[in-house]
């Protein structure tokens, strides 16, 4: 099939913003003329951007789902709120999940449905939109997404020790001086990503774009998460999605690398309680299995997608 995406823009009233305030989206296939449910990427961070989740067009593709990429506020082709930075008052779940609501009902996706892949922290914010239960959700994907904050960081602890040295080492000192933005962290924090974010080397173009989201405007990611994948420290620290899971009514599918920053611990609590939960790990990557297992990825996420039984 080929593709031909067309781009959008939606107003959004953002809750706090004192400016007006838009979201970018990008759709492949005919919303219009395709007789079921569409599938809406959520891009991790928060501010990471859509185009690190290129390789979900392979869905569009080969299953003939259509796909819709977008921006959150804070990040890429949607509004940024760089004076918003530390504003924890601001930058919350539920800006996410009402800037989310607002794309699905300006596409008119209730009718004939919509599916959800998060990854990351996007599949922090479905699992928390989908617990919401909202009309016309028919299946969930979450990839490489904590159900819960402190498990996640527990688990960073233990691929951190687990490091060579120096970076171990490195790391351990720059974090209890607070440094987390000298060359020499960035320098032992590679160690941590080529391990257990991104195999591949080098990084594809596309994941890369992420990684320059993040650094042009931080705000949301700083305030939320912290200064790096695994110092968190920013507001939701304390987050539990676990907790909300059993309100889940749709089919999910859980995905996660075999050295995913996003450990088995923290992936668990979301199939304890997902009532109808199936979870692969791919033996093959960690964070952006996307990527690493390109194939496998699409085929386990396309299918799941495309069996009605």
């Known amino acids: 099939m080929a593709s031909s995406p067309y781009e959008?823009?939606?107003?959004?009233?953002?809750?706090?913003?004192?400016?007006?305030c838009k979201t970018w989206y990008k759709v492949y296939g005919d919303l219009d003329s395709h007789p079921g449910p569409?599938?809406?990427?959520?891009?991790?961070?928060p501010g990471a951007g859509h185009e690190y989740l290129s390789p979900l067009v392979d869905i569009y593709e080969k299953y003939e789902i259509p796909l819709v990429f977008y921006d959150q506020v804070g990040c890429g082709r949607s509004t940024h709120f760089r004076e918003k930075n530390g504003d924890t008052t601001f930058w919350t779940f539920d800006l996410f999940i009402q800037?989310?609501?607002?794309?699905?009902?300006?596409?008119?996706?209730?009718?004939?449905g919509f599916y959800l892949l998060g990854q990351s922290w996007g599949g922090m914010l479905?699992?928390?939109?989908?617990?919401?239960?909202?009309?016309?959700?028919?299946k969930l994907i979450l990839s490489g997404a904590p159900a819960?904050?402190?498990?996640?960081?527990?688990?960073?602890?233990?691929?951190?020790?687990?490091?060579?040295?120096?970076?171990?080492t490195t790391l351990e000192e720059c974090d209890k001086k607070g440094d987390h933005e000298s060359e020499e962290f960035e320098n032992a924090a590679k160690e941590f990503y080529a391990r257990?974010?991104?195999?591949?080397?080098?990084?594809?173009?596309?994941?890369l774009c992420a990684f320059k989201n993040l650094k042009d405007d931080p705000s949301a990611y700083h305030t939320m998460q912290g200064p790096?994948?695994?110092?968190?420290?920013?507001?939701?620290?304390?987050?539990?999605?676990?907790?909300?899971?059993?309100?889940?009514?749709?089919?999910?599918l859980l995905l996660n690398g075999r050295y995913d920053e996003a450990t088995d611990q923290c992936i668990k609590p979301w199939f304890t309680h997902i009532p109808k939960v199936k979870w692969v790990t791919l033996e093959n990557s960690s964070h952006l299995a996307h990527f690493e297992e390109r194939d496998r990825y699409i085929q386990l996420a396309g299918e799941f997608l495309s069996d009605s039984v």
């Open 196 to 207: 257990h974010v991104c195999r591949l080397d080098p990084y594809p173009a596309d994941a």
């Open 38 to 45: 569409v599938l809406v990427a959520l891009h991790g961070g």
């Open 8 to 20: 959008g823009e939606v107003a959004f009233d953002a809750p706090g913003a004192d400016k007006p």
């Open 228 to 252: 790096s994948e695994f110092v968190i420290v920013g507001s939701f620290k304390d987050w539990e999605g676990w907790r909300e899971a059993h309100k889940i009514e749709v089919e999910t």
């Open 126 to 138: 479905g699992g928390a939109y989908a617990a919401l239960r909202p009309q016309g959700l028919k």
């Open 99 to 112: 800037e989310l609501d607002n794309l699905v009902n300006h596409l008119q996706l209730r009718v004939k």
């Open 148 to 168: 819960s904050i402190p498990l996640l960081a527990k688990g960073a602890r233990e691929l951190l020790a687990a490091l060579p040295e120096p970076a171990r």
